[in-house]
């Protein structure tokens, strides 16, 4: 009788001891998580929104050395990924370097080269740039393409472009875009046809609505 008492009271002392961490762990306080949740405005591009723009660079005209470009763009986005864009440039190109040989191509010093394409452009790399904790900005690279006309010197002849550009919205009316593009035609002004390509670099500011 003694024995079972014995053994009784161990049983009641290990399940005291077993239930010790179990109260200890339900009764500890459960820290909750403070999140402070911020509010951030992204700009973005809507779909329908005409984009009115001007731009000026650097255009790179084949056998007659880097001139500045001005542009006027008017582009519809279609989707989010893809646009429409019309575009009307003019460069002053001058033909400096051969006069001092003797061998003038234009009538004049320097010449206008006008031209207008027609481009699609798709939107490769939509994404977000963040400046501080409350302010992120909409950005996209795009591809863009398309074809034209290029009059330079009394030729006029049919003008392809590729390029590749940034497009960077601070506001949902307002875009600034850095692009390379490449404006190719052709052109015997130098005595043999040749495919021109004509490298330019421009930057620009775009409104929507």
Same mark, same amino acid.
């Given at each position: 009788?003694?024995?079972?008492?014995?053994?009784?009271?161990?049983?009641?002392?290990?399940?005291?001891?077993?239930?010790?961490p179990v109260r200890a762990q339900t009764e500890a306080p459960v820290i909750q998580p403070e999140i402070d949740r911020r509010n951030?405005?992204?700009?973005?591009?809507?779909?329908?929104?005409?984009?009115?723009?001007?731009?000026?660079?650097?255009?790179?005209?084949? @056998?007659?050395?880097?001139?500045? #470009?001005?542009?006027?763009?008017?582009?519809?986005?279609?989707?989010?990924?893809?646009?429409?864009?019309?575009?009307?440039?003019?460069?002053?190109?001058?033909?400096?370097?051969?006069?001092?040989?003797?061998?003038?191509?234009?009538?004049?010093? @320097?010449?206008?080269?006008?031209?207008?394409?027609?481009?699609?452009?798709?939107?490769? $790399?939509?994404?977000?740039?963040?400046?501080?904790?409350?302010?992120?900005?909409?950005?996209?690279?795009?591809?863009?393409?398309?074809?034209?006309?290029?009059? $330079?010197?009394?030729?006029?002849?049919? #003008?392809?472009?590729?390029?590749?550009?940034?497009?960077?919205?601070? #506001?949902?009316? $307002?875009?600034?875009?850095?692009?390379?593009?490449?404006?190719?035609?052709?052109?015997?002004?130098?005595?043999?046809?040749?495919?021109?390509?004509?490298?330019?670099?421009?930057?620009?500011?775009?409104?929507?609505?």
């Amino acid at each position: 009788m003694k024995t079972i008492r014995i053994l009784f009271s161990l049983v009641l002392l290990f399940g005291a001891m077993m239930s010790l961490p179990v109260r200890a762990q339900t009764e500890a306080p459960v820290i909750q998580p403070e999140i402070d949740r911020r509010n951030i405005h992204i700009p973005k591009i809507n779909v329908d929104d005409i984009e009115i723009g001007i731009y000026g660079g650097i255009l790179s005209v084949q @056998d007659f050395g880097a001139s500045t #470009a001005v542009e006027f763009r008017a582009a519809y986005h279609l989707t989010e990924d893809f646009f429409i864009e019309g575009t009307v440039g003019r460069s002053s190109v001058s033909d400096e370097s051969f006069r001092r040989l003797g061998i003038p191509i234009f009538t004049q010093p @320097d010449t206008n080269l006008d031209y207008y394409q027609l481009s699609v452009g798709y939107n490769l $790399f939509p994404g977000e740039i963040f400046f501080g904790k409350n302010w992120a900005m909409t950005s996209a690279v795009y591809l863009i393409g398309g074809v034209g006309n290029a009059k $330079f010197n009394d030729e006029s002849n049919t #003008a392809f472009n590729f390029g590749i550009g940034i497009r960077v919205l601070p #506001a949902d009316w $307002f875009a600034i875009r850095v692009e390379m593009r490449d404006l190719l035609f052709e052109s015997s002004l130098l005595g043999k046809n040749e495919l021109k390509h004509n490298f330019g670099l421009s930057l620009g500011v775009a409104v929507y609505f």
